[in-house]
């Protein structure tokens, strides 16, 4: 047993828990066996919680540091479309002005994913099938 440190012992059974738990309970309600994710800027923690696999070779989209790996990395998530993509982006239309690697990946949810949630920091997209509904894998 940890001895008490400055009270570090109590601080950590009381700290709150990572705002991306939220978004990682809202999708395992959503999602089926065989689903996939992407996270944009989110923690690869979110894949271990939710049980969803990644369904491209970039496990997020800051393991992509140079030029011509962004650009790969937007090629394979257009190839592979997930069912679901977490963006930790802060104000997304700003960033998609400012940015432009983010303003393909922008452009790639409003042509392929409808949001599903905001929470906090965090959107949740789900992939739109054919008939302008949600994925059903």
Same mark, same amino acid.
């Given at each position: 047993?940890?001895?008490?440190? &400055?009270?570090?012992?109590?601080?950590?059974?009381?700290? !709150?828990?990572?705002?991306?738990?939220?978004?990682? #309970?809202?999708?395992?309600?959503?999602?089926?066996?065989? =689903? #996939?994710?992407? #996270?944009?800027?989110?923690?690869?923690?979110?894949?271990?919680?939710?049980? /969803? %696999?990644?369904?491209?070779?970039?496990?997020?989209?800051?393991?992509? /540091?140079? !030029? =011509?790996?962004?650009?790969?990395?937007?090629?394979? /998530?257009? @190839?592979?479309?997930?069912?679901?993509?977490?963006?930790?982006? !802060?104000?997304?239309? +700003? +960033?998609? @002005?400012? =940015?432009?690697?983010? %303003?393909?990946?922008?452009?790639?949810?409003?042509?392929?994913?409808?949001?599903?949630?905001?929470?906090? %920091? &965090?959107?949740?997209?789900? %992939?739109?099938?054919?008939?302008? @509904?949600?994925?059903?894998?």
């Amino acid at each position: 047993q940890l001895p008490e440190v &400055f009270g570090l012992r109590q601080a950590w059974k009381t700290r !709150p828990a990572p705002e991306w738990v939220h978004v990682a #309970t809202d999708l395992k309600t959503r999602a089926s066996p065989g =689903d #996939t994710l992407f #996270t944009w800027n989110g923690p690869p923690a979110l894949y271990l919680a939710t049980g /969803l %696999r990644n369904g491209n070779r970039f496990l997020h989209s800051g393991l992509a /540091l140079m !030029p =011509d790996q962004k650009q790969q990395m937007l090629r394979s /998530l257009e @190839a592979s479309l997930p069912r679901f993509i977490v963006d930790d982006t !802060p104000a997304p239309e +700003h +960033h998609a @002005a400012l =940015d432009p690697i983010y %303003r393909r990946f922008f452009e790639l949810l409003g042509r392929h994913y409808r949001l599903m949630t905001r929470e906090r %920091r &965090f959107s949740l997209y789900e %992939r739109v099938s054919a008939n302008g @509904a949600g994925s059903t894998r």
